[in-house]
Structure formats: structure tokens, C-alpha cells
């Protein structure tokens, strides 16, 4: 009996980290790559020079991201990620609303 209780236990304790340690790493990485993809066709869209803010802003945030996870804080790199992302998509806003404001001059 005291066997099998110390196999459950070490089989819940296995589990619960496999849980924990899992799941940030694989959150950061639909994050970073989200991210990635949007800050990449926000560059294809002229957004260094055309919405330089949100597009180095995105950009210095995707980087943190990066330097988080490799320090193993995927709570904090996928919270960098989201943020780059979040702004990438601003950039190309502020692209496409100037470009809608120079169609109709």
C-alpha cells in the first residue's frame, strides 16, 4: 500500500510540473510567432518610415520577448509578445489610415 501511495504521489508530482513548466513555454511561442508575423508585413508596409514609433516599438518589445524566454520567464516573453504584436498591428493602422486619407485628396 505505501508503494503504491508513493508511486501516485511521484506520478501527480511528475505531471504537475510537466503542467507548469509546459505550457508557458508553449504559450510564448504562439505569442512570439504571432508577433513576429505581424511586426514582418508591418516592415513590408513601409512602417519604419511611415509609423516609425509603433513599428521600433513593436520591434525592441519582440526582442525582449526573446531575451525573457531565453532566461526561462515565458510569463514575461509572452506579455513582450503580445505587446509587439499589439503594436505592429498599430503601425500598419496608422499605414493604411494614410493611405486612405491620401486616396481621397
Known amino acids: 500500500m505505501r508503494r503504491l501511495m508513493l508511486a501516485v504521489a511521484v506520478t501527480l508530482g511528475l505531471l504537475g510540473l510537466l503542467a507548469t513548466s509546459g505550457c508557458g513555454g508553449v504559450y ?3 505569442s512570439v510567432n504571432a ?3 505581424r511586426l514582418e508585413q508591418a516592415r513590408q508596409m513601409g512602417a519604419e518610415s511611415q509609423a516609425p514609433y509603433e ?3 513593436a520591434r525592441e518589445h519582440l526582442h525582449q520577448a526573446q531575451v525573457e524566454a531565453s532566461e526561462a520567464s515565458y ?3 509572452a506579455g513582450y509578445a503580445e505587446t509587439a504584436e499589439l503594436y505592429a498591428q498599430k503601425a500598419i493602422d496608422v499605414i493604411q489610415t494614410t493611405k486612405k486619407s491620401g486616396d481621397h485628396k
Open 35 to 37: 508577433a513576429q508575423a
Open 75 to 77: 510569463s514575461d516573453a
Open 28 to 30: 510564448y511561442t504562439v
Open 55 to 57: 513599428y521600433y516599438f
